[in-house]
């Protein structure tokens, strides 16, 4: 827990940070993460469930004067957007204290401050070349593209673990199955045996 705290607040020296981590979160736990943020600054909030159960957790988050600004009960994903209203300490939580022995592994993606302009428009006399709007622009469309994989390999690590659960309760029904076949007919050669059996007593009794 203290370890992915430290790793959020390890990233407080940039202007502009985001913080992505994908951690576990057993059963009957809560993992809390703290970030400092200063007024007027506007954050990002994301997280989804990859693997165990429903895929749902209880997510809160809470200002540096414990108003809670975000809460939801047993979600698989979600987003949240807001602008801190006041300097101070913000605290968001990950509960699956509603689970009995489902373990979970969540990923978050904690957006702090806009992102620094390429190139700054303050002290510029002209406005930007043709070859610097291009650099804005392969810029913002890498960010999408990093978006998109980061969402893509989410979605892959939910769908593997899904078809490896499958997988496996397909596996322990096929074993549960031969074992019914085999009881089954381990049963029915008693059965015809002592058929047999009793009529070749019968007809002992019969012929004295």
């Known amino acids: 827990g ?9 990233l407080a020296a940039c ?3 985001a913080s ?6 057993p059963d009957n736990a809560k993992q809390c993460f703290y970030e400092e943020i200063a007024q007027g600054t506007k954050c990002t909030l994301e997280f989804q469930v990859i693997t165990g159960g429903h895929y749902d957790v209880d997510c809160r988050l809470e200002g540096p004067n414990g108003a809670v600004l975000y809460k939801e009960m047993k979600k698989q994903y979600d987003s949240f957007t807001f ?8 605290k968001f939580c990950f509960s699956n204290e509603f689970s009995t022995f489902t373990h979970k592994t969540v990923y978050f993606d904690f957006q702090v401050g806009e992102d620094p302009p390429l190139f700054p428009s303050e002290n510029r006399v002209t406005a930007l070349t043709q ?15 990093i978006d998109y994989q980061t969402h893509f390999r989410l979605r892959e690590a939910q769908g593997r673990s899904r078809a490896e659960d ?8 096929s074993i549960g ?9 381990v049963g029915q050669v008693f059965l015809l045996k002592s058929f047999f059996s009793d009529k ?9």
């Open 2 to 10: 203290s370890l992915a705290a430290g790793l959020v607040l390890a």
């Open 15 to 17: 202007a502009a940070r």
């Open 20 to 25: 992505e981590i994908t951690f576990e979160l």
């Open 83 to 90: 602008t801190a209203s006041r300097n101070g300490t913000y």
């Open 131 to 145: 070859m610097e709007s291009a650099c804005v622009s392969i810029h913002e469309a890498l960010k999408s593209v």
């Open 166 to 173: 499958l997988n496996t309760r397909v596996a322990y029904w």
């Open 177 to 185: 199955e031969a074992i019914i076949l085999l009881v089954v007919s």
């Open 200 to 208: 070749r007593t019968t007809t002992t009794r019969v012929g004295s």
